[in-house]
């Protein structure tokens, strides 16, 4: 059923669901959700005036998807009676589990022979190569025979073993490695999102064992277990691969959903987007193809919460220092894409951000500039290098985002540390996403377009 309510509340949003190639998935009993949703939208007495399109980010399943967003909606409802906004909201489901949150199971062989089951939270190395290959969109024999002598290795550590300094990935290991990143075009790959001269995960590995600072990801509060440094590399390379599939599915699917609806309806269209699901309602505003393109009109708010994208990528001209050229969503900051306010959180408690995401896109202290990095994600850093942007925060717990007065055409960055900060395992406070403080942010950012 594409239309759901939200338990304990009276609101509702159409989820639509989609497939790896950005097509959309019919719902259970074969209709379709977009022509469900185009068709409650245009229809009499809908009186529709703004429409509210969200898109999850990476690591999320169907239920994921239903769960954050019931979750997300449903912390406040600012629609008041008499304010004049009549608002429909969609939610979308790409496919974006990297990963299973399963624990692969230890062994000598690291297989489970014998005819032993998993126990429920745990799964087999055949079960984890068969979720990479599908993850990384290549069930090729050299991909999954690699894939098993990377697992299979992976398995044999024991789960509680710590890294220690001096430590190296087996050379078969290393190899296996080196077989998936050609596989899937990402070892001689130029772009950013790994190595610009090649991607080696034997370095990935060291960086992954070694507490740099801000730049390792198992240091600092982080697993710091032998298991985790050897599989860091196959996540990262997932990471690479789910960034560009958001991208795809956002250019996709997503610009396709968007024109729709400008088709269907005069209201107004905002977009909201958390963690690689800001990359996907980004590229649902640029559009396909090497030149951007805009929608039929300008989208009338762009909220990022906690973005898994380069903090250079919404900049007419990265720094001459870091290589310089136009950011990829340069063109979605100007007003014939988006005529009224961007909004970017950031928060310095998102681990995922400010760990992961800077070591998959190899972030190293010697790129420091003015205290931006090279590399670096908008959730922790915000967007920068945009004219007129805005500097706001911290945001206070509570907060309506009173006296916030959003203007059309400006990017505002809003420090969320003091809202966004409940600490959720490896990944800090990146999925904590469930504050009435984020809804009435998105919800005054929207507002504001309805007086211009």
Excluded at 146 to 169: C, H, K, M, P
Excluded at 181 to 205: C, I, N
């Amino acid at each position: 059923m594409s239309l759901r309510r939200i338990p304990g509340t009276d609101q509702q949003y159409h989820l639509i669901a989609y497939d790896r190639k950005g097509e959309e998935v019919p719902d259970a009993d074969g209709t379709s959700a977009s022509e469900a949703a185009l068709a409650d939208l245009g229809a009499p007495g809908a009186d529709v005036t703004d429409v509210f399109i969200i898109s999850h980010g990476w690591q999320g399943d169907y239920d994921d998807a239903i769960s954050q967003y019931d979750r997300w909606i449903g912390a406040a409802n600012p629609d008041a009676v008499g304010d004049g906004i009549r608002p429909f909201i969609i939610g979308v489901h790409w496919p974006s589990k990297a990963w299973s949150d399963r624990e692969l199971k230890s062994g000598s062989s690291g297989l489970l022979s014998g005819g032993v089951d998993a126990a429920p939270d745990e799964m087999t190395v055949d079960d984890a190569v068969g979720e990479y290959a599908t993850q990384l969109a290549d069930d090729s024999p050299e991909t999954r025979a690699a894939l098993t002598e990377i697992l299979s290795y992976a398995a044999r550590v024991d789960a509680d073993q710590d890294a220690e300094e001096g430590d190296e990935l087996p050379s078969e290991v290393a190899d296996a490695y080196r077989v998936i990143a050609a596989r899937v075009g990402a070892a001689g790959s130029g772009d950013e999102a790994l190595l610009g001269g090649g991607w080696d995960p034997d370095a990935v590995f060291v960086a992954s064992t070694t507490d740099e600072g801000r730049g390792g990801l198992l240091g600092d509060g982080w697993f710091r277990k032998l298991r985790e440094a050897v599989l860091t590399p196959l996540r990262q390379l997932t990471f690479w691969h789910g960034k560009n599939q958001a991208r795809e599915f956002g250019e996709r699917g997503g610009a396709q959903l968007v024109r729709a609806i400008m088709k269907a309806s005069p209201a107004r269209v905002h977009l909201i987007g958390h963690s690689f699901g800001t990359i996907v309602v980004s590229a649902a505003v640029r559009g396909p193809g090497q030149t951007p393109t805009p929608p039929p009109r300008p989208v009338s708010s762009l909220f990022l919460v906690q973005g898994a994208v380069s903090l250079w990528a919404f900049a007419p001209a990265a720094p001459p220092r870091f290589g310089g050229g136009r950011g990829y969503f340069a063109d979605v900051a100007t007003p014939a894409f988006v005529s009224g306010p961007i909004v970017v959180t950031r928060s310095k408690w998102d681990y995922a951000v400010g760990k992961f995401y800077p070591l998959a896109v190899k972030l190293a202290s010697q790129y420091l500039l003015d205290d931006y990095p090279k590399y670096g994600g908008i959730g922790t850093f915000g967007a920068q290098g945009v004219p007129g942007a805005v500097e706001l925060g911290p945001l206070a717990p509570g907060s309506r985002s009173e006296g916030i007065e959003f203007l059309p055409g400006t990017l505002y960055n809003i420090d969320a540390r003091n809202v966004i900060d409940e600490l959720q395992g490896a990944a800090g406070a990146h999925n904590d996403l469930a504050h009435d403080e984020l809804v009435w942010l998105a919800w005054n950012a929207a507002l504001s377009t309805s007086r211009t």
